[in-house]
C-alpha cells in the first residue's frame, strides 16, 4: 500500500479518526492523552502571545481541530488542512457553526494548494510523522510563511520507548554495531530523533525561536505497556519534576515523549 493510502487509511473510521478526535475531548486517564493536551495547550498560549490579532494562520494537519476550536474565538483569519476526509468531517462536527467562517481543505502536507508567504502561522502538530518527506513537508511550511512568519512543528521521540525500557535499551546497546549502517525503517507515523529534525530544518533557512519537551509516555517494559493509565501520568509528573529540579534539560530533552520546534521565517 503505497504511503499516501496508508495515511488515508490511518485516520479513517475504521481506524483511528474517533480515537484522535477523542484524546482531545475524553477525561479518561491516560498519559498519550495527557500529552497531547499539554501540546495543543503550549500551541494555543504561544499563538495568543506571540501571533497579532487578525493574522492567517494555517493548522497544517488540523486533525478533529483542537487547535482550531481553541483559536476560533480570537481574532485571528484560520484555516486547516488535513488529507484525511473523516478527521475533517470530525473538525467540522467540533467547530459546530464557526465551521462557515473557517475554510477546511483536504490536501497533502507536501503539496499545500495556498500562494506562497500566505500565512503569519503555519501549525504542524504530529504531521511530519506521516509525511513521505518530512524535507518536503519543511519546505512547504517555508514557503507558505511570510517574512517574519512561526512554524509550530512537532513530532515524538524515537529513543523515548528505548532509554525508557530497561529490556529496550540493553538490545538497543547491544545490536547498535550491527544495525549502524542499516538504512532507517521509515515506518509511517514512525517516531522521529531531534537530529533528522534538526537536519531538515537546516535545509531550510529557518531559526529556532523556541523548542519545549512534554512528557515520557506509557511505562514500558521489552516494548510491552504495563500501565497507560493513572500510574503512568504520575510517573510522568514525578519524572518531570526531578529532572526539572535539578536542571537537567539534556536528560529532558533526550528522553522526552513529545518535541516541539518554534521556528521562524527571516524576516
Keep these: 500500500m503505497e504511503w499516501k493510502e496508508q495515511a488515508k487509511q490511518r485516520f479513517s473510521k475504521s481506524a483511528d479518526a474517533d480515537k484522535w478526535s477523542d484524546i482531545y475531548t475524553s477525561d479518561t ?12 495547550e503550549f500551541t494555543v498560549n504561544y499563538v495568543l502571545k506571540n501571533i497579532s490579532e487578525g493574522a492567517a494562520i494555517l493548522d497544517l494537519g488540523c486533525g478533529a481541530g483542537p487547535v482550531l476550536t481553541q483559536l476560533q474565538t480570537h481574532n485571528y483569519d484560520l484555516f486547516g488542512i488535513d488529507y484525511s476526509l473523516d478527521m475533517l468531517q470530525h473538525a467540522r462536527r467540533e467547530l459546530g457553526t464557526k465551521v462557515k467562517e473557517l475554510p477546511l481543505i483536504r490536501a497533502e502536507c507536501e503539496k499545500v494548494p495556498m500562494a506562497d508567504e500566505s500565512f503569519e502561522c503555519v501549525v504542524c502538530l504530529g504531521v511530519i510523522s506521516y509525511a513521505e518527506s518530512i524535507d518536503k513537508t519543511m519546505h512547504e511550511l517555508y514557503r507558505l510563511l511570510k517574512p517574519g512568519g512561526k512554524a509550530i512543528v512537532s513530532y515524538r521521540n524515537k529513543y523515548n520507548s528505548i532509554l525508557l525500557d530497561p529490556i529496550q535499551l540493553v538490545k538497543y546497546v547491544t545490536t547498535l554495531p550491527f544495525n549502524f549502517f542499516k538504512p532507517e525503517n521509515k515506518e509511517i507515523g514512525r ?3 531531534r537530529n533528522e529534525i534538526l ?4 535545509n531550510q533557512p529557518f531559526s529556532i525561536v523556541e523548542e519545549e519537551q512534554i512528557g515520557f509516555g ?5 516494548g510491552k505497556i504495563l500501565s497507560g493509565g493513572k500510574l503512568a501520568i504520575k510517573s510522568n509528573e514525578i519524572l ?3 529532572l526539572r529540579f535539578l536542571r537537567l534539560n539534556f536528560l529532558y530533552r533526550t528522553i522526552a515523549d513529545v518535541h516541539i520546534f518554534v521556528l521562524s521565517k527571516p524576516g
Excluded: D, G, M, Q
Aim: glycine letters at 0%.
Design 218 to 222: 506509557n511505562i514500558r517494559l521489552n
Design 191 to 193: 517516531s522521529i530523533s
Design 199 to 202: 537536519a531538515c530544518i537546516k
Design 240 to 242: 518531570h519534576k526531578c
Design 29 to 40: 486517564p491516560n498519559v498519550e492523552a495527557v500529552s497531547f493536551r499539554k501540546r495543543r
